[in-house]
């Protein structure tokens, strides 16, 4: 049982690049969240979804998309790379039912120069 | 719109003292409360949570956290740190019923040993 895992660990984009952030888990859990971390703000919801096709914005969705065609994958799309996005991205994932606690992965630390 | 406020940023103690960490939310109806850790170079994980029930909860490693209701707060405690308590501390708030969980800035907790 793996949890929820990331890849990649580390990437560094030039301004303007494209990349996928992958997030799968093998809980069988329903919902699952992309958050960013930056120093001092903590944790900022950026998508999340609540089942295979279904997503919905959060607090930061800005420059990004996902998608969710099954239960286990999550991936977090960034177009157009901004200096602004240079974040560690985690990715996490919940039952759904009480008592919600999440399941986080262990993250991905993105730069963007 | 709902917001989780904790107090100290950064806190330094020395091995054997007490921990206090501060969390307020802003949100008046039912909520479920989390508190997680990072230590260093891993991804978050639970502390402990409360769901419902009795207003003191205790997790992993000898913390405890007290529900307070009329003061909207949910404080983490512990009687005596040891220096492997080192790590950043975030209280997170999930609106009952609700599918986002909100979470605070961060506490850096430093243990002198």
């Known amino acids: 049982n793996a949890g929820v895992t990331q890849t990649p660990k580390f990437r560094i984009l030039k301004i303007g690049q494209s990349m996928t952030l992958q997030c799968t888990q093998d809980?069988?859990?329903?919902?699952m969240y992309w958050y960013r971390q930056d120093p001092g703000m903590g944790l900022k919801l950026i998508y999340y979804?609540?089942?295979?096709?279904?997503?919905d914005k959060g607090e930061v969705p800005n420059g990004y998309n996902v998608s969710r065609s099954t239960t286990e994958d999550f991936p977090l799309r960034l177009e157009l790379a901004a200096p602004s996005q240079t974040s560690v991205y985690f990715c996490?994932?919940?039952?759904?039912?009480?008592?919600?606690?999440?399941?986080f992965g262990p993250g991905t630390r993105l730069t963007v120069t | 719109a709902q917001s989780v406020s904790q107090h100290n940023h950064h806190v330094i103690l020395s091995e054997a003292a007490s921990l206090e960490l501060g969390c307020n939310y802003s949100?008046?109806?039912?909520?479920?409360l989390f508190w997680y850790v990072q230590y260093p170079g891993q991804h978050l994980q639970l502390l402990l949570k409360y769901f419902s029930g009795d207003p003191l909860v205790k997790g992993i490693k000898g913390f405890e956290a007290e529900f307070i209701k009329s003061k909207f707060s949910f404080n983490l405690r512990k009687p005596s740190v040891q220096w492997s308590d080192t790590a950043e501390y975030f209280c997170?708030?999930?609106?009952?019923?609700?599918?986002?969980?909100?979470f605070g800035a961060g506490t850096r907790l430093f243990v002198k040993a």
């Open positions: 996490a994932s919940s039952s759904g039912t009480a008592p919600f606690e999440q399941y």
């Open positions: 809980m069988n859990h329903n919902y």
């Open positions: 997170a708030v999930k609106r009952s019923g609700g599918f986002k969980t909100i």
């Open positions: 979804s609540v089942g295979a096709g279904i997503t």
């Open positions: 949100y008046g109806g039912t909520v479920n």
